[in-house]
């Protein structure tokens, strides 16, 4: 390739970014661009647009590496990596499906011909006494240059609103599983936006045992 050609993979990711931010102004749309110096010297760069109305949001991730680790400005381009986005959540669903909310995220990576996709979908109902059954459905499926790897996940989780303990029972499966992986855990609120969560899974090799605990507060 001559030094003066600019690299396929920078111009793919260059002509999805010019796609973004040509696209035409829609009510509730929000930009938002993102830079970021990483510690090991190379910079992060982000780049959306979402449309709050229609729970959509799409952007350009792309990576440049240190300067210092740049041999010459060629092999600076063919290093650049990045990726397109789009993100859509459906917070209702229509009636006649079974499910209540949806949510669908893909990625593409024209660097090296990399795709994913993955979706979710849940369901909630109220069973009185203060109790919410809620089930899940994930999948998701990636494909690369030489191979197709895909992964599902399944669960059914139950809300004690007097005591705010959940119980949540699941199973997944994959390319590379001859089975399910059943998992078990409990999640109780100890005080507003703090949680202490015990999990027990099926790893395929071993039993997996987990606490882990986490606060959420939004100023």
Partial sequence: ??????????????????????????????????????????TSLDFSNEVA?????????VTEPAASS????????????GSAYAKVAVKTLPDWMFWQKGAVDLTVNPADETSKISTSFSRSVGVGGGITATLKDSYSFERAAASETWETDKSVSVKLEDTRTTLSVGAKTGQDQAGWLPSLSA?????????VTTKVSDTGSEIDKSVTAGFKHRW
């Fill in 187 to 195: 999640q109780q609120e100890i005080a507003s936006g703090f949680n």
């Fill in 53 to 61: 109305d229609l729970g959509t949001k799409v952007g350009v991730a």
């Fill in 1 to 42: 390739m001559p030094a003066n050609q600019p690299p396929r993979r920078r111009a793919a990711l260059v002509v999805i970014a010019l796609a973004l931010a040509a696209s035409p102004a829609l009510a509730q749309t929000k930009s938002e661009s993102k830079r970021t110096e990483n510690k090991d010297g190379s």
């Fill in 70 to 81: 740049i041999a010459d400005p060629v092999a600076g381009q063919e290093a650049l990596s």
